[in-house]
């Protein structure tokens, strides 16, 4: 399963990194390279008769709005049915993924290493957001300027988009560090892909993002402590 592990990541990084999937080129790769992987996945299984399938909770929540999808296109209860198959055909490719990732990723050390690779990702897009804050104005990668009004931060369009992105991975880095699930050694290098990605959610000016952050904070400390131990016990 290494090669699909591989995959989900490479596929995370370019739905990020490709100005967050928002255009038609991008969001067509993303679906093609949903269903790709999902095909391997398939035919791998197919030929291992032991294979086991993992099924997620957190599948039940798309499948019910794909659900939703198909039955407002089947029984014509949609005002715009193009838009509509648009938004299954993502909706579908997000399904794809979960589904994917809870079969690729099963043991702690695989768990691990998708945590890694979610704070690394986070870290690098917040660096690459504060750098383009200071070195350049209403520009994607320096190279692409919005032909529209806009305030991007980032790889994204929309600064709200990024602080979404952040909100989503930043809060990993987070509960490695109050949970202690990683090594002393590692314990600063954490807090340093911890501390970029904050900063850079200040920075983006986004006021949902500010107070979901603080959230989402306030949540895993309140998660934290419920987990220790009473006074004079254990």
């Known amino acids: ?71 407002q296109l089947a029984f014509r209860g949609t005002a715009y049915p193009f838009l509509t198959r648009t938004e299954l055909l993502k909706l579908t490719a997000y399904l794809l993924i979960f589904f994917l990732t809870a079969q690729a990723f099963r043991t702690r050390e695989e768990l691990s290493q998708l945590a890694w690779f979610v704070v690394a990702l986070c870290f690098a897009v917040s660096l690459l957001g504060i750098i383009q804050y200071f070195t350049s104005e209403n520009e994607l990668y320096w190279i692409r300027d919005l032909k529209i009004q806009g305030e991007p931060f980032g790889p994204f369009v929309n600064r709200n988009h990024f602080a979404g992105f952040l909100e989503l991975t930043l809060p990993v880095g987070l509960a490695l560090m109050i949970f202690r699930s990683v090594r002393r050694d590692l314990f600063l290098l954490t807090m340093l892909l911890t501390i970029v990605p904050i900063s850079a959610v200040v920075l983006s000016g986004s006021r949902g993002g500010i107070v979901s952050f603080t959230f989402e904070v306030g949540v895993l400390a309140f998660l934290a402590r419920s987990q220790r131990p009473p006074f004079g016990k254990g």
Not at 3 to 30: D, H, K, N, P
């Open 1 to 71: 399963m290494k090669w699909l592990r591989i995959g989900l990541c490479l596929l995370l990084a370019f739905s990020v990194l490709s100005f967050g999937a928002v255009e038609v080129w991008s969001q067509s790769l993303l679906e093609i390279g949903a269903a790709l992987l999902f095909l391997g996945w398939t035919l791998l299984a197919y030929r291992n008769p032991d294979a086991k399938i993992r099924w997620s909770p957190l599948n039940w929540p798309l499948l019910a709005f794909v659900g939703i999808g198909l039955f």
